[in-house]
């Protein structure tokens, strides 16, 4: 009876080590992520976990804020004379964050970055054309660089729109907090 008792106590023992060896890594662990702007360009980068869920925070924070913002920009961009006959561009869309890897070891994660990018970048090449460049490719790409403009313009009001929302939202959650306060500083005498 009383081995089984220190088998046991051993088990609950060793089972508290593990999981407390298990958060204590989760804890040193690093994490690639891919976080995909408002316009659509990608970023991947190392964050350590706990950077990961204050920066996961915020891009929910800033994806539930973005239908609100966007109205806002598309609103102030109808009103400026200078856009009267641009439409607002389409291809906004609130960030996103994705972990793509998870790794304890930061020379590991270093290097799957790397490669990650190595692989992004080969994609991204584009082929170059030798010789000059027609009227046609000439409009097309100054239509291009045009639209690519107006989609900066877009992007440079609608993440205004979120920042003034989120200090609107921060401003209001202190006052509640502030608000709670005496409440509860009266009922505990």
Excluded at 31 to 58: G, N, Q, R, Y
Aim: charged letters at 40%; glycine letters at 4%; a positive charge.
């Amino acid at each position: 009876m009383h081995t089984r008792r220190l088998h046991l106590v051993s088990a609950l023992a060793l089972g508290s080590v593990l999981a407390l060896a298990t958060r204590a890594s989760a804890l040193d662990s690093f994490c690639i992520v891919k976080i995909t702007d408002m316009d659509k360009k990608v970023e991947h980068k190392i964050v350590s976990a706990e950077d990961f869920k204050t920066l996961e925070a915020e891009i929910k924070t800033e994806a539930s804020l973005f239908p609100k913002a966007e109205e806002l920009a598309k609103k102030e961009w109808k009103a400026d004379e200078g856009n009267k006959s641009i439409p607002f561009p389409g291809r906004l869309g609130p960030r996103k964050i994705d972990v793509v890897a998870r790794e304890t070891v930061r020379e590991k994660a270093d290097k799957k970055l790397e490669a990650l990018t190595a692989s992004e970048d080969r994609r991204q090449v584009e082929p170059k054309k030798g010789g000059k460049m027609t009227d046609a490719e000439k409009k097309q790409a100054d239509a291009k660089a045009e639209k690519e403009k107006d989609l900066q313009k877009a992007y440079d009001a609608v993440k205004t729109k979120i920042a003034e929302l989120v200090t609107k939202a921060q401003e209001a959650k202190a006052k509640a907090d502030e608000a709670a306060k005496p409440k509860s500083a009266e009922a505990a005498p």
